[in-house]
Protein backbone atom coordinates (compact mmCIF):
# COMPACT_ATOMS: atom_id res chain seq x y z
CA UNK A 1 0.00 0.00 0.00
CA UNK A 2 1.47 3.51 -0.73
CA UNK A 3 1.97 5.61 1.58
CA UNK A 4 -0.90 8.06 0.68
CA UNK A 5 -3.26 5.53 0.65
CA UNK A 6 -1.87 4.25 4.40
CA UNK A 7 -2.25 8.04 5.13
CA UNK A 8 -6.10 8.20 4.05
CA UNK A 9 -6.99 5.12 5.98
CA UNK A 10 -5.29 6.52 8.86
CA UNK A 11 -6.94 9.36 8.36
CA UNK A 12 -10.53 7.87 8.27
CA UNK A 13 -9.92 6.06 10.95
CA UNK A 14 -9.31 9.00 12.86
CA UNK A 15 -12.59 10.44 12.31
CA UNK A 16 -14.54 7.20 13.03
CA UNK A 17 -12.22 7.50 16.75
CA UNK A 18 -13.37 10.92 16.82
CA UNK A 19 -17.13 9.98 16.32
CA UNK A 20 -17.35 7.64 18.79
CA UNK A 21 -15.88 9.93 21.43
CA UNK A 22 -18.45 12.60 20.99
CA UNK A 23 -21.42 9.71 20.33
CA UNK A 24 -20.30 8.23 23.80
CA UNK A 25 -20.76 12.01 25.16
CA UNK A 26 -24.11 11.85 24.17
CA UNK A 27 -23.91 13.65 20.67
CA UNK A 28 -25.67 12.89 17.58
CA UNK A 29 -24.37 12.41 13.81
CA UNK A 30 -24.72 15.00 11.65
CA UNK A 31 -22.76 14.64 8.92
CA UNK A 32 -19.36 12.82 7.82
CA UNK A 33 -16.73 15.05 5.17
CA UNK A 34 -19.25 17.71 4.32
CA UNK A 35 -18.49 19.14 1.39
CA UNK A 36 -19.58 22.63 -0.28
CA UNK A 37 -17.88 24.60 -2.42
CA UNK A 38 -14.03 24.34 -1.71
CA UNK A 39 -14.34 22.97 1.52
CA UNK A 40 -14.84 20.18 3.55
CA UNK A 41 -15.74 19.33 7.21
CA UNK A 42 -14.67 16.19 8.65
CA UNK A 43 -17.52 16.00 11.08
CA UNK A 44 -20.73 17.56 11.85
CA UNK A 45 -21.98 16.48 15.37
CA UNK A 46 -25.51 18.10 17.26
CA UNK A 47 -26.36 18.24 20.70
CA UNK A 48 -29.87 19.65 20.94
CA UNK A 49 -29.79 22.53 18.92
CA UNK A 50 -26.48 23.56 18.57
CA UNK A 51 -23.92 22.40 15.52
CA UNK A 52 -20.36 21.46 16.18
CA UNK A 53 -17.83 21.10 13.41
CA UNK A 54 -15.39 19.59 13.85
CA UNK A 55 -11.60 19.27 12.17
CA UNK A 56 -9.95 15.95 13.05
CA UNK A 57 -6.29 16.24 12.40
CA UNK A 58 -3.84 13.32 12.88
CA UNK A 59 -0.43 13.59 13.05
CA UNK A 60 2.77 12.23 15.40
CA UNK A 61 1.98 14.22 18.15
CA UNK A 62 -0.60 16.67 19.16
CA UNK A 63 1.18 19.40 18.60
CA UNK A 64 2.33 18.68 15.03
CA UNK A 65 -1.31 17.62 13.89
CA UNK A 66 -2.35 21.44 15.61
CA UNK A 67 0.52 23.14 13.30
CA UNK A 68 -1.18 21.76 10.21
CA UNK A 69 -4.44 23.60 10.43
CA UNK A 70 -3.74 27.19 8.29
CA UNK A 71 -5.44 30.26 7.73
CA UNK A 72 -6.59 29.37 4.32
CA UNK A 73 -8.24 26.26 5.53
CA UNK A 74 -9.67 27.79 8.58
CA UNK A 75 -11.28 29.79 6.30
CA UNK A 76 -13.02 27.15 3.92
CA UNK A 77 -14.13 25.35 7.03
CA UNK A 78 -15.89 28.58 7.91
CA UNK A 79 -17.28 28.87 4.41
CA UNK A 80 -18.65 25.24 4.67
CA UNK A 81 -20.49 25.40 7.88
CA UNK A 82 -21.88 28.77 6.64
CA UNK A 83 -23.20 26.38 3.41
CA UNK A 84 -23.92 23.81 5.79
CA UNK A 85 -26.34 25.93 8.29
CA UNK A 86 -27.87 27.66 5.60
CA UNK A 87 -30.12 24.21 5.60
CA UNK A 88 -30.76 24.73 9.24
CA UNK A 89 -33.89 25.85 10.45
CA UNK A 90 -32.18 28.97 12.15
CA UNK A 91 -29.92 29.50 9.02
CA UNK A 92 -27.31 31.89 10.05
CA UNK A 93 -28.71 32.02 13.18
CA UNK A 94 -28.14 28.37 14.41
CA UNK A 95 -25.71 28.03 17.23
CA UNK A 96 -22.49 26.50 16.01
CA UNK A 97 -18.86 25.64 17.48
CA UNK A 98 -15.79 24.60 16.06
CA UNK A 99 -13.88 22.56 17.47
CA UNK A 100 -10.73 20.94 16.69
CA UNK A 101 -9.97 17.24 17.42
CA UNK A 102 -6.27 16.10 17.13
CA UNK A 103 -4.97 12.65 17.18
CA UNK A 104 -1.82 11.19 17.79
CA UNK A 105 0.44 8.16 16.58
CA UNK A 106 -1.07 6.30 19.40
CA UNK A 107 -4.94 6.81 19.17
CA UNK A 108 -4.96 9.28 21.84
CA UNK A 109 -7.26 12.21 21.00
CA UNK A 110 -7.37 15.91 22.14
CA UNK A 111 -10.42 17.68 21.78
CA UNK A 112 -9.87 21.49 21.27
CA UNK A 113 -13.62 22.54 21.90
CA UNK A 114 -14.41 26.19 20.52
CA UNK A 115 -10.99 26.11 18.84
CA UNK A 116 -11.64 28.10 15.97
CA UNK A 117 -13.66 31.52 16.45
CA UNK A 118 -15.62 33.08 13.39
Known amino acids: MSRGAVN ?23 AHRFRAGRGEIDLIMRRGA ?17 SALGPRQI ?29 DAHGEIEVLENALIA
Open 8 to 30: YHAGLEAERSVARRYLRAGYTFA
Open 50 to 66: EVIFIEVKKSVSHAQAA
Open 75 to 103: ARIFETATRFVSGEPKGQDTDMRFDVALV
